[in-house]
């Protein structure tokens, strides 16, 4: 499992419902899980890994591992928080973006049970950001045009070189 990046055209493809939670979906969320602590990530997508299967994972340190599989998020916050925000999938670029603060949402584990989740700061944010990967949006689409823009450009100019932040 090898993460994809930028440019390829699966992480703007919406991911489709996973039917049956069976042992290759249990495995899948161990190798993504895996493939986080690897990277130094704190949240993977299904479509991150070519998997157009609405699934994910968080770990934030100090927390627990968690697998969201066909969630739906129930409801955010009016206010919001803005926040520096990077991505496996866009390597090296960083930037602040504006999230709803807290979030509820719906999902079942690996072990195909039903869960509804609150909560609020980083977890909040990371839940938003992988969601987001399931509906072939990335956190790039949440910042200004131009912002983009600038940063596309200097991704493309210096990011695949191995530049490791731009800002």
């Known amino acids: 499992m090898q993460i994809i990046t930028l440019g390829n055209e699966l992480l703007r493809q919406k991911a489709e419902r996973i039917d049956k939670i ?11 899980l895996e493939i986080l602590k690897r990277d130094n990530g704190v949240g993977l997508a299904g479509p991150q890994i070519g998997l ?3 699934i994910f994972v968080v770990h934030i340190e100090g927390d627990e591992e968690r697998v969201f599989i066909n969630p739906s998020i129930l409801e955010t916050s009016q206010e919001t928080i803005k ?6 999938s ?8 504006v999230r709803s603060e807290s979030v509820k949402i719906q999902a079942w584990n ?4 039903p869960f509804t989740l609150e909560s609020g700061g980083l977890l909040a ?3 938003q950001h992988e969601y987001d990967h399931l509906e072939g949006v ?3 689409d949440r910042i200004t045009e131009q912002k983009k823009e600038k940063l596309l450009a200097k991704y493309e100019k210096t990011a695949r070189k191995g ?4 800002k």
């Open 90 to 97: 866009v390597p090296g670029i960083y930037v602040d973006v």
């Open 125 to 127: 944010r990371v839940i």
């Open 22 to 32: 069976n042992k290759e979906i249990t495995d899948t969320a161990k190798q993504m």
């Open 110 to 113: 690996e072990k195909g049970k």
């Open 52 to 54: 157009m299967k609405r």
């Open 163 to 166: 530049v490791k932040n731009l």
């Open 83 to 88: 926040f520096e925000e990077g991505c496996l």
């Open 138 to 140: 990335l956190f790039l």
